[in-house]
């Protein structure tokens, strides 16, 4: 099992969210975040001064599947969220140790 | 004007007083709590709240009475005889606006009073604590606004030398705006000084009611319903609009965008500038006088505040200070007596007048500047200024009120 974790933009959700439906992965946890990589930050003016404003708002999707879909589920999401522009943000992918469903307690790749 | 109730005029001054008070509650609450850190926004906009009420209770006890009641010791201040409200009758018309009750009257500048100092607060946002401005708030009203609002409105020495000030740009805005100044010399520069609104949506709002309830401070200034008060009324909306646009334009000269921030504080500093002359100059005065508001608000603003180092958080200075002060020249230039028989400036035969304003202007000035300089350094040395350190890093807001603007 792998978890992906997408920092991607927040205006390429919707986007990634349904092309990741497409493909038949449909859990994913989305958290607002707040950061900075190569992009470093955008410049804003308030009466005459200007401010490098230099973390941005992101969106974190964080998805776990099993193993043989991680290509699958990488590409998409590359595909969807791509710009091209700096800015575009990253994605993590790890090993997961197990998962367990609540509701049943069952656990493995049942459970995912 | 004979002493006889009109009944149009009461209404109107009545729709006045509630449009002014619209100005500070919400209008300037909004507009400074949006250009706030989010970690302050309930501490600034509780301070134009409380100002509010402290001055509405000051103002039926004595402030009125002190500040418009009959002329004494030579123009210096007014005869309080009706203290603690006593003695003012229902149906007793206002005898500086001999048809409308006394009543109407003494709100409708309550609410004048109340303004000018929620103004100052936008200068010392962020770090001044809340018991001392409440004490400022009960200070500064009673020796500097009462004083100067008797100086030029009450009959004191600034009326009869002829000062010309229609709706408060020496009493309201210059004065807000130089005690501002004091107010932030004293207390020192914060430890982060940008200006990164957490909300201009509310500053837009805040400045569009201010825009709103400008009409009943300028148009209502004629303390009556007909040609003067509909002259004012354009007047006014023409400065402003015509400074709005030359800010932007300024905004995009100098950094290649056009602002909304920068729209909104050139609409308040057109707003400001036709204070002192809505009814004393033509509609035509009023394009010019708002075109160059903006210029001289910029220019305090992006040069003077950081050549000389204050940290007026919100440009109370720069905006109401400067843009008042122009506007008290400027109605020593324009104003025409066919549009107010009680004023005439340099444009039309009388080039005295724009003596009298600069008197006055450094009148008010030099006072409201020491004597802020005083009650704030009284201030200073027992309840002390500013919240300490820790305070100031976290927000007012949690430290101040134990509350929060925002749950998410």
């Known amino acids: 099992m792998k978890e992906i974790v997408a920092i991607i933009r927040p205006n390429k959700l919707d986007d990634v969210k349904d092309a990741l439906e497409e493909i038949g992965c449909h859990g994913m946890t989305v958290i607002e975040v707040k950061g900075r990589g190569r992009q470093l930050g955008i410049t804003e003016s308030y009466r005459g001064s200007d401010y490098r404003i230099d973390m941005l708002p992101k969106t974190r999707l964080e998805i776990i599947i099993n193993d043989e879909d991680t290509e699958k589920v990488v590409g998409t999401i590359v595909k969807t969220a791509q710009t091209g522009d700096i800015g575009d943000g990253k994605i993590f992918i790890s090993p997961v140790e197990n998962v367990v469903r609540i509701r049943t307690g069952e656990s493995g790749d049942k459970a995912v | ?408």
């Open chain 2, 1 to 408: 004007m004979d002493p006889v109730l009109n009944s149009g005029d009461t209404a109107w001054m009545l729709i006045s007083t509630a449009l002014v008070l619209l100005m500070t509650v919400p209008g300037v609450a909004l507009f400074y709590g949006g250009l706030t850190k989010k970690t302050n926004v309930l501490n600034t906009m509780f301070m134009s709240l409380i100002a509010f009420s402290i001055t509405s209770v000051i103002w039926i006890l004595y402030g009125y009475q002190f500040a418009f009641g009959t002329d004494t010791l030579m123009g210096l201040i007014g005869n309080p005889s009706n203290l603690l409200f006593s003695g003012i009758g229902v149906d007793q018309l206002a005898p500086l606006a001999p048809t409308i009750p006394e009543t109407v009257y003494v709100a409708f500048q309550m609410t004048f009073a109340a303004i000018t100092i929620a103004l100052i607060s936008g200068a010392v946002v962020e770090r001044m604590k809340f018991s001392s401005w409440v004490a400022f708030v009960v200070l500064w009203v009673t020796f500097v606004y009462v004083p100067i609002a008797h100086w030029v409105w009450g009959g004191g020495f600034l009326a009869q030398l002829g000062a010309l000030d229609f709706a408060g740009g020496t009493v309201v805005h210059l004065n807000s705006g130089v005690a501002a100044l004091a107010l932030v010399l004293l207390l020192g520069k914060r430890k982060d000084t940008k200006l990164l609104p957490h909300n201009l949506g509310y500053s837009v709002i805040g400045a569009s009611l201010l825009w709103f309830g400008w009409f009943g401070f300028n148009a209502g200034s004629a303390l009556s319903a007909g040609g003067l008060a509909g002259s004012a009324f354009l007047a006014t909306n023409t400065a402003t609009a015509a400074a709005m646009i030359s800010w932007v334009i300024i905004d995009y000269i100098k950094t290649g965008k056009p602002t909304l921030l920068g729209a909104i504080s050139g609409a308040v500093a057109g707003l400001v500038a036709i204070t002192p002359a809505a009814g004393f100059v033509t509609i035509q005065a009023a394009v010019i006088i708002g075109l160059l508001t903006s210029v001289v608000s910029y220019f305090a603003i992006s040069f003077l505040k950081s050549k000389l180092g204050y940290d007026d958080a919100l440009d109370v200075f720069g905006i109401h200070g400067m843009s008042g002060m122009w506007g008290a020249l400027a109605t020593g230039l324009f104003a025409a007596p066919f549009i107010n028989s009680l004023g005439t400036g340099v444009f039309y035969g009388n080039p005295g007048q724009i003596v009298t304003q600069i008197i006055a202007i450094a009148v008010v000035g030099i006072y409201s500047f020491v004597v802020t300089i005083i009650l704030g350094k009284i201030l200073d040395m027992t309840i002390g200024l500013r919240v300490d350190d820790k305070e100031e890093i976290e927000g007012l807001d949690t430290n101040q009120h134990e509350e929060s603007g925002y749950r998410i």
